[in-house]
């Protein structure tokens, strides 16, 4: 059973930085594609960033330069270093795993964890 748990969101004004984790769990091969997505309330999840097999990435137009994603096979941890934070950045932040290709498709990720709140106030 594969898991996978995220941390480190939280509430911060506008201009701020916090670093998500995902810690994942059970049978999986970390060097699959790994990805983040967000979910604003009435708004459809969308791609945030992405990381592949061989440590390429991929972003969204709205975080490039401002967001920052890494992973360390070692310890199955995948993270989200997010600066400059604006109040459209506020949503529900969600990890996925289990990718063959490095994209920003929900369709493409076979696991999903349940996701952390992100708060950015003006």
């Known amino acids: 059973q594969v898991q996978l748990v995220e941390s480190g969101g939280g509430s911060v004004q506008a201009g701020g930085s916090l670093r998500l984790s995902c810690a994942v769990s059970?049978?999986?091969?970390?060097?699959?594609?790994m990805a983040w997505f967000r979910q604003a309330p009435g708004k459809e999840r969308e791609g945030v960033a992405a990381?592949?097999?061989?440590?390429?990435?991929t972003y969204a137009d709205a975080v490039k330069g401002r967001f920052t994603i890494s992973k360390n096979n070692a310890k199955n941890t995948l993270y989200l270093q997010m600066d400059s934070l604006e109040p459209e950045d506020t949503a529900m932040y969600y990890c996925?795993?289990?990718?063959?290709?490095?994209?920003?498709?929900?369709?493409?990720?076979?696991?999903w964890g349940q996701g952390t709140q992100v708060t950015v106030s003006s």
């Open positions: 059970g049978h999986t091969d970390s060097s699959y594609g």
């Open positions: 996925a795993a289990g990718s063959f290709f490095l994209d920003l498709l929900p369709r493409s990720y076979k696991y």
């Open positions: 990381i592949g097999t061989i440590i390429s990435t």
